[in-house]
């Protein structure tokens, strides 16, 4: 008797089974993680500063601004934002830390400001938020400016809410109003019976000066003192504050702007340093004093002067945040005669740099030993942490979704 061969059939529901099985599981994953999306946005610094708000809630300023945003590459904060059907509700973890959003303070009032513009069946999905720097947190370097702009600008994007994205960051911080758009950037005051008006503009794109960079020199990477929002709260006692905000400023504002439209660097260096001297004259005059500066910082200051009388001219520009970090200025024909400047007086391996450019740094030229008499003080080996460098950047960006801090459980990667 020959064997019963059985058909296809329970092969096939086999199959089907199977593939309804993976099927649900997909949409299950898929309704847990209904939306995302991934953002690296760049600090930015400000040449013209801002000092002291005239409305702390709304974060509106003292005066106009004026800053280069930098790249992501070597300065950017990654944030990954997703809402889906989770429990708990919203969850914040920043450089691989949970925190809480009343304790994360000014990121709530950015989650706030996008949920209050967004429909009613909107305002409550769950959020997962995870996001980190690859720079040093709180060390003068606008941290908070790159990871508010890139939770603003992710909000807004992930929720199309029709809302300014400048003035979202600017409710979380300030200067991050600046970040969300590329180039040289302007925050204006605006009207001050109108705080939607204080918004950032961008004046020319990255592209405009291909040929200029910013160097940090990092030489105090913890953290700063003096909160810069406690340290502006002290500002109005500088008897300096007032000619600073009714005259230097506006007056540098429209230098600054004339000086980058032409691209002239000695006219763009003689401002950045004037009105970097300003900002620190009225901290210093405040009461009580705020000195964000320490003694390595006074030296590098005198660096980029003996750089600058080598020259004859203005060849390198420095500013600082609040912070100890020394941010320069500088054409690309003349960055590796600076790095040659900087290591003679502050010896520092090569691992410590890190270039969007790395040929900039190749081939140093040696420097003749009658500069020793011209360089301050004794050699400082060690001193500087990193040596940063940057190109104009083009701002925020929205990444693939495989560059995820997050899973599909809503929980870090």
């Known amino acids: 008797m020959l064997p019963i061969i059985m058909g296809g059939g329970e092969e096939k529901k086999k199959k089907k089974k199977k593939k ?42 003292c005066n106009d601004s004026f800053s280069i945003t930098l790249g992501t590459d070597q300065f950017r904060t990654k944030t990954s934002i997703a809402y889906g059907d989770w429990e708990g509700g919203d969850k914040l973890w920043l450089n691989g830390e949970e925190q809480t959003w009343h304790a994360a303070g000014r990121l709530g009032n950015v989650l706030r400001a996008v949920r209050d513009a967004l429909p009613e069946n909107e305002k409550t999905k769950p959020l997962r938020v995870v996001s980190e720097n690859n720079f040093p947190t709180a060390a003068g370097m606008a941290s908070s400016a790159a990871g ?6 992710g909000l807004v994007h992930l929720f199309k809410a029709p809302i300014d994205i400048s003035q979202i960051a600017r409710l979380g911080s300030g200067s991050a109003c600046r970040s969300v758009l590329g180039g040289f950037v302007k925050w204006v005051q605006g009207d001050l019976t109108k705080p939607d ?38 500002a109005s006692t500088s008897p300096f504050m007032k000619e600073r905000v009714d005259n230097r400023v506006p007056e540098r504002m429209e230098l600054a702007s004339e000086s980058i439209d032409r691209r002239d660097f000695e006219s763009f260096a003689a ?11 009225v901290c210093r005059t405040s009461d009580p004093k705020v000195d964000y500066w320490n003694e390595i910082t006074e030296e590098i200051v005198s660096l980029v002067k003996a750089f600058n009388d080598y020259h004859g001219r203005l060849r390198a520009a420095y500013t600082y945040d609040a912070g100890a970090n020394a941010f320069i200025f500088i054409e690309d024909n003349e960055v590796p005669l600076f790095l040659s400047f900087v290591l003679r007086y502050f010896p520092t391996d090569q691992s ?8 900039l740094a190749r081939d140093l030229p040696s420097l003749p030993a009658s500069l020793d008499d011209v360089l301050p003080g004794e050699r400082k080996a060690g001193v500087l942490t990193y040596i940063l460098h940057s190109k104009v950047g083009s701002g925020p960006s929205i990444l693939d979704e495989e560059e995820s801090l997050l899973t599909k459980d809503g929980l870090p990667k």
């Open 271 to 281: 401002v950045t340093m004037a009105d970097c001297e300003d900002f620190r004259n």
């Open 148 to 153: 508010l702009s890139a939770l603003a600008y």
């Open 197 to 234: 008006t204080s918004v950032s503009i961008q004046h020319k794109p990255n592209t405009h000066w291909e040929n200029l960079n910013v160097l940090c020199l990092v030489s105090k990477p913890e953290k700063k003192d003096i909160p810069s929002t406690q340290g502006m709260r002290y």
């Open 352 to 359: 410590a740099f890190k270039f969007s450019d790395p040929s």
């Open 20 to 61: 309804k099985k993976k099927k649900k599981k997909e949409e299950e994953e898929k309704k847990k993680m209904l939306h995302s999306i991934t953002v690296a946005s760049p600090i930015n610094i400000a040449f013209i500063k801002y000092w002291g708000k005239v409305d702390e809630d709304l974060i509106i300023p």
